[in-house]
């Protein structure tokens, strides 16, 4: 299994320059283009509620992601967003054009690879996948929190729910 990042994005999952919270507009496009390949993912790794419940919460703090599952889920999406190396890392240009194609600019989507960069440094040495993967997830909701970029849960679920 390779190695991801929430939502690159969890992950990833950014604006240049918007008029009204440009990175949170990014992060609310990025996490919801991410969240798309969700259902797939669900089928084939036959997910129950609370991996989902996991995913829908991501973004607040006070929410501790403690389920391996949802860091195999978290692999299973990037994988589907080539947004993983041969090595099961982060592949850098993958994830700065994923977060470019979904409204970044060039500095938040360098920002976003490099906070997943740092979050996977600190998480090398994991030996199960998955919970690596948590982990790095977990690392980099927190940087993107310390930026104040975290979007607001109700919006992507509005989104998601829109594009269904």
């Known amino acids: 299994m390779g190695s991801c990042n929430v939502f690159v994005a969890l992950v990833v999952l950014t604006v240049g320059v918007r008029e009204i919270e440009p990175s949170k507009d990014a992060m609310k496009y990025i996490t919801s283009g991410f969240v798309k390949v969700l259902e797939e993912c669900k089928q084939e790794l036959n997910m129950n509620d609370h991996i ?8 607040k703090l ?3 992601l403690l389920n391996r599952d949802t860091g195999c889920a978290i692999i299973c999406m990037s994988k589907k967003l080539e947004l993983l190396d041969a090595n099961g890392r982060m592949h850098h240009g ?13 500095e938040v989507a360098s920002k976003i690879v490099q906070i997943i960069h740092e979050c996977e440094k600190k998480h090398e ?34 989104e998601v729910l829109t594009e269904m």
């Not at 989902?52 to 973004?59: C, K, R, S």
């Not at 998955?130 to 975290?150: M, N, Y």
């Open 94 to 106: 993958n994830a700065q054009e994923f977060a470019k194609k979904h409204g970044a600019g060039d």
């Open 52 to 59: 989902i419940a996991d995913l829908f919460h991501y973004w």
């Open 62 to 64: 006070e929410y501790t």
């Open 125 to 158: 040495r994991d030996d199960d996948e998955c919970l690596r993967v948590l982990e790095v997830a977990k690392c980099f909701r927190t940087g993107i929190h310390e930026l104040d970029w975290q979007p607001k849960v109700e919006v992507i679920v509005e």
